[in-house]
């Protein structure tokens, strides 16, 4: 799998939309691009994933360059709650079930 | 749905003794997942099942751990003997393949603690 590059840390205001960004640039043709969070002492949870075309789901937006080499996770108005680790990872679909590979994350910091 | 079930959520043994750590999948579920998280290493997979059969294992740190699925229902991770640097928190997912989502659903974790 492709490996990606986040920073390793952000915060916004509660009620502003966060955007994390996702560095992908080795990304193949048939991998997608993946967002899992982790809330403190939690087990990871899906957000969303997408392969080339923005997608929007009821947690987030994802929008994918034309390129494909990086992307960006949008909560648009962050609340306190949405404090946590984001992963973006990059994987094939076939087989569906092939390995997630987790990095180290940005952490996202909401702010009162 | 009441989720991935992990048990115990706390586990505290010494040095030498073995340690079971259980989960149940999420019904209908056909591949379940093994993670250790640590600080130092992160979130790493140490294996996954399909079908109750063990399709990748390279993340098995090595011969004291094993893990077995006996039915679609039920999953061990075992660890004999347990060793100090095996403290960490081990999280147990669980997908569905072939509707049209492949995500994974992680259970609360087990925190094990060797002393």
Known sequence: DAKTTQPPSMDCAEGRAANLPCNHSTISGNEYVYWYRQIHSQGPQYIIHGLKNNETNEMASLIITEDRKSSTLILPHATLRDTAVYYCI??????????????????LSVRP | DAGVIQSPRHEVTEMGQEVTLRCKPISGHDYLFWYRQTMMRGLELLIYFNNNVPIDD???PEDRFSAKMPNASFSTLKIQPSEPRDSAVYFCASSEQGAGTDTQYFGPGTRLTVL
Do not use: E, H
Request: hydrophobic share 40%; net charge positive; proline share 0%.
């Open chain 2, 58 to 60: 390279s993340g098995m």
């Open chain 1, 90 to 107: 990059v994987r094939v679909r076939a087989g569906a079930n092939s390995k997630l590979t987790f990095g180290k994350g940005i952490t």
